[in-house]
């Protein structure tokens, strides 16, 4: 049976995007205008371009305004699509100790797109010990790898600020189970540790999941203050 190319057109897969893709996002919507400059890129992998889209809508429908902080944030797509998507947010910056060399072509890219990202997104290759935190700001970690989740979660914390965290490679010798892998397995332990955590710290928790058909590490934990103002729309 002929499945198609819509079937073949895996939203997981690490292959590149392309001018070759660029039918797959011939509509109108939002989606396939981003789609379409992120083609014209030729530099971000197809999975990123599905887990950011999907992280950063679901944190926008929740979580408005702020700056944007995009730690770990690699290319700093995610970063670009919280300010598409909510424009009362003024800048955003995106941390990384190393900033790929292509993130500077997909940031002209999506600019020549979307004109008022010009100049709102600062890429800066730094720890994330040097990055002021403040409150209110919305802090996106996606796919932060194993304990440097806890460690945004830290800053986030110890800030007040707002969370919207995609987890992944869970580690037992570097994150905490809370002995609950007795009965969950091994990430969803340590993710119910970082939520209860959040919870007890006075923050409001809302847990969802992006397809797992784009990654297997689904889990997106969307947080923010108990104080008013400065928690969801």
């Known amino acids: 049976m002929n499945e198609g190319p819509e079937r073949r057109f895996d939203p997981h897969s690490r292959s590149l995007l392309t001018v070759r893709d660029l039918p797959r996002f011939s509509g109108d919507s939002l989606f396939d205008r981003i789609g379409r400059a992120v083609c014209s890129a030729e530099c971000l992998p197809r999975k990123e371009l599905f887990e950011s889209w999907e992280v950063a809508r679901r944190a926008r429908r929740k979580l408005r305004g702020g700056r944007v902080l995009d730690l770990a944030g690699g290319h700093g797509l995610t970063a ?103 009965w969950l397995d091994v990430g969803t332990a340590i993710d119910a ?21 784009i990654t297997p590490k689904n889990r997106l934990i969307l947080a923010w203050p108990d104080s008013p103002g400065l928690g969801a729309a």
């Open 80 to 182: 670009r699509l919280a300010l598409v998507l909510d424009a009362t947010s003024e800048s955003a910056v995106v941390v990384d100790r190393r900033i790929p060399k292509s993130a500077q072509t997909l940031a002209d890219a999506l600019d020549e797109s979307f004109p008022r990202l010009s100049g709102r997104v600062e890429l800066r290759e730094s720890d994330l010990d040097a990055v002021e935190v403040a409150r209110g700001d919305l802090v996106l970690a996606v796919h932060a790898c194993g304990a440097l989740t806890d460690a945004v979660i830290d800053r986030v914390v110890g800030a007040g600020a707002r969370l919207a965290a995609l987890p992944c490679c869970h580690d037992t010798s570097t994150c905490d189970t809370g002995g609950l892998d007795a």
């Open 193 to 213: 540790v970082r939520a209860t955590r959040l919870r007890a710290s006075g923050f409001t928790v809302k847990l969802e999941r992006i397809p797992a058909t």
